[in-house]
Each structure stands twice: as C-alpha cells, then as structure tokens.
C-alpha cells in the first residue's frame, strides 16, 4: 500500500481505543476533524501546510501525494507553550515541539544540549516524565567539523542531558534522527506519565553500547518502545538501518541494506510476540513504515522491493534524507497497534 492509498474522512477514520492515531489524510478531511483532538500535522511539503501549528520537515516526499500525516488524539487537548517548547496534552500523553535556530548556539552538541535539557524540565514539570517516542531532524547531518561529524556532536548533547536521569538507558525511548535540507533544528515527541517498555534487538548491540569508534558519547535511544495503555498496545521502531553488531553492512548496495534492515525489523518484531507476547506474526502486521531514502534515484528500486516483500497492507511513505553514517543509503522506522 503506498501512501496514495491512505485516505480518511469524518465518516470513514479508522477506529482505535489507544490515546491518539497516525494518519495520512486530504486537507479537505484534515478540516472536518474536530480541532480539539488534533495533535499536530508533520508536512514535508509546503504546499500541504494546514495551519500555524503545523510542523514543516524538509524532507521532500519522493512520491507524489495529497495526503498529510496527522496525529489525532482520542480525547480533547489543550495547547500551551513552555520558553521554546509548544504542546498538546490532556490526561493521557502529552505533545510537544522545539524549533532551535543553531545560529544562537556555539556548537550543534550545545544546541542538542539546551534541547533535551529543556525538554526533560518540562515534561518532569508537566508530570509527564517518560518520553516513549522522539524525533529529531537538522541539517548537514553528515558534515564533519573539528574531527565529528554533526551527528556525533548531536550524540554528544543529547548523551550528556541523558546522563543525569535515573536509570537513563532503560528509560530511552524509541528514536529517528534523520538530516534534512536545511532549516531549523527540531525535535518532536511523546511523552506519558508512565513508562513503555524497552525493546533491544539481539542482532544489533544497543546504540548506548557503541564503541568509542562512533563517537566519545553514544547514541542514547532504544531500538524500539511498546506503551500499553488501557486496551490497546502501541509497538513503536526506531529508524533502523543496515547495522548488524555496530557495523555497517553492504556500503554499496542499496538493496541488500534494505534487506538487512527489514532483518532487523523482523528480529524486533519476533521479539515482541514471543518475548512480550503481542498478537504479530511477521513483519507484514506493522500498519505503518516511513522510509527515508539518501539518493532519489534509488526510490524507485527500493518501492519495487519494499512492496513485493511486504504486500498491499503496510502503509508506506517514502522521504528523501540524509541517514546518520555517511555510508548508509537508508532507513526505515515503523509503527504497530494491538488490541488486547
């Protein structure tokens, strides 16, 4: 199923009993939704903007679509804004965005730094302590300057507000850090007021173990988060790659790394039916996959692959940008839902 294919209107949105859903919807049907309820819209055209509020990524779609990706709550929110972070909450998860102009900053790793300091403040004030789902996008990602590349200064602010939280590795949420074309630094997340569960892969060493090679300070994220709430589960994976251990594998071969990350999607997968004892069988019963993509010229073999591997039922929308390594061609991060 490709992203075209996704539409939702007042009459036909799919039915959940979890706290909030993503979905791919038309503006006109944006527009019918109840305005209280929605969380955020995250556009990566800008053509597609809906509203002040909504959040613009630049990582342009490598299809085309009509279709926004919107986040709807179950139940009504309120809005507010905290210094530099704005949120949406009501009384089951809380929302919140920061835009940082990196021109107001010394460095990448402090402006990561004031970022996840500011962000652990205002969800402990907000008594919302647990992030269970994040996002981060800046540009340049692969840039290299004083001897690290810009996601190794990232690591290094984001390590060191980490740091300071109790029993900080087995409280990191699910992550994607993803490079865009240019514009601001932004974060975006999901926090609750009790925590989900830490999902590791047994192909991969977990990314807060890396060795020294990666960086002085390792990326802090867990491969996956499932959050139970009351009757549903929600099962979500951090961007995966083609790593295996901590290496990357099949530099030049954008096919075989589509494979090895869809291995390392299975092997997560298989981890929370056996281990966590979720109703999925395989990798077909994810509902979601956004799939981000260095070079446009490799779209069109990776939809081809990625489409007879999964089948017609895994909703997918594919976004050009720049992965972590300079030597990794791709990225994939899902999402799933189980009913108890």
Not at 137 to 165: E, K, T
Not at 283 to 289: A, Q, V, W
């Amino acid at each position: 199923m490709s992203v075209a294919q996704i539409t939702t209107s007042k009459n036909t949105m799919p039915h959940s009993s979890a706290p909030f859903q993503i979905l791919l919807a038309k503006a006109g049907d944006i527009r019918s939704y109840d305005q209280s309820k929605i969380i955020t819209t995250v556009n990566y055209d800008t053509t597609h903007l809906n509203s002040p509020d909504s959040l613009y990524i630049n990582l342009p779609p490598l299809e085309p679509t009509e279709l926004t990706e919107v986040w709807l709550a179950r139940d009504s929110l309120v809005s507010g804004k905290d210094g530099e972070i704005e949120f949406r909450k009501n009384n089951e998860l809380l929302f919140g965005k920061i835009c940082l102009d990196e021109n107001q900053f010394d460095s990448l790793e402090q402006c990561s730094n004031y970022a996840y300091t500011s962000i652990l403040n205002f969800i402990n004030k907000k008594e919302f302590p647990y992030l269970i789902r994040i996002w981060n996008f800046f540009a340049n990602i692969n840039q290299v300057h004083n001897s690290l590349d810009r996601y190794q200064s990232f690591c290094v602010g984001r390590y060191n507000a980490l740091q300071d939280v109790t029993e900080f590795e087995r409280l990191l949420p699910a992550a994607t850090a993803i490079g865009t074309g240019d514009g601001k630094f932004i974060i975006y997340f999901i926090a609750t007021a009790k925590a989900g569960v830490q999902v590791e892969n047994p192909r991969q060493i977990s990314a807060y173990h890396y060795p020294k090679q990666y960086g002085p300070k390792s990326p802090t994220f867990a491969r996956a988060t499932l959050k139970h709430w009351q009757h549903v589960t929600q099962f979500f994976i951090s961007g995966t790659a083609s790593i295996v251990g901590h290496e990357t594998l099949h530099e030049e071969n954008v096919l075989i790394q589509l494979e090895e990350i869809l291995k390392n999607i299975e092997a997560l997968v298989t981890t929370v039916r056996d281990t966590h004892q979720q109703p999925i069988r395989d990798i077909t019963g994810l509902s979601f996959m956004k799939v981000y993509i260095r070079k446009p010229e490799h779209y069109q073999m990776i939809q081809e692959a990625l489409s007879h591997r999964i089948g017609n039922d895994v909703a997918l929308l594919y976004l050009q940008g720049d992965i972590c390594r300079d030597n990794l061609l791709m990225e994939i991060e899902a999402f799933a839902e189980f009913t108890h």
